[in-house]
């Protein structure tokens, strides 16, 4: 089993950065697949970035935007997320999916984090 806790998010103005960290607990933290997503009250929670080993996958709306790294040694998952757009403002949840891949349905994952809230001002 694994634990996440989200850090970095906050409130910026539109055209700033952010980074989001996950910390992830669990010995076994580089066979997980890792995933970004985000959700804005009302809505369903949407996916944002994955990554397993050397593949990562995004969403359209945010390629060429935000990036998802990892750091096995940490354990830690990043999004850096630039050029951020007042849409970008939900709170953003870091998810862990045991066995790998990269996915974008949230059912593919097992453990969630309370996530993070990031406000983007006009």
């Known amino acids: 089993q694994v634990q996440l806790v989200e850090s970095g998010g906050g409130l910026v103005q539109a055209g700033g950065s952010l980074r989001l960290s996950c910390a992830a607990s669990?010995?076994?933290?580089?066979?997980?697949?890792m995933g970004w997503f985000r959700q804005v009250p009302g809505k369903e929670r949407e996916f944002v970035a994955a990554i397993s080993g050397g593949t990562t996958y995004y969403t359209g709306s945010m390629k060429g935007r935000f990036t998802i790294s990892r750091d096995n040694a940490k354990p830690t998952v990043y999004l850096q997320m630039n050029s951020l757009k007042p849409e970008d403002t939900a709170v953003y949840y870091c998810?862990?999916?045991?066995?790998?891949?990269?996915?974008?349905?949230?059912?593919?994952?097992?453990?969630w984090g309370p996530g993070t809230q990031v406000t983007v001002s006009s």
């Open positions: 669990g010995r076994t933290f580089s066979s997980y697949g």
């Open positions: 998810a862990a999916r045991e066995g790998g891949g990269v996915y974008y349905r949230d059912t593919s994952y097992d453990y």
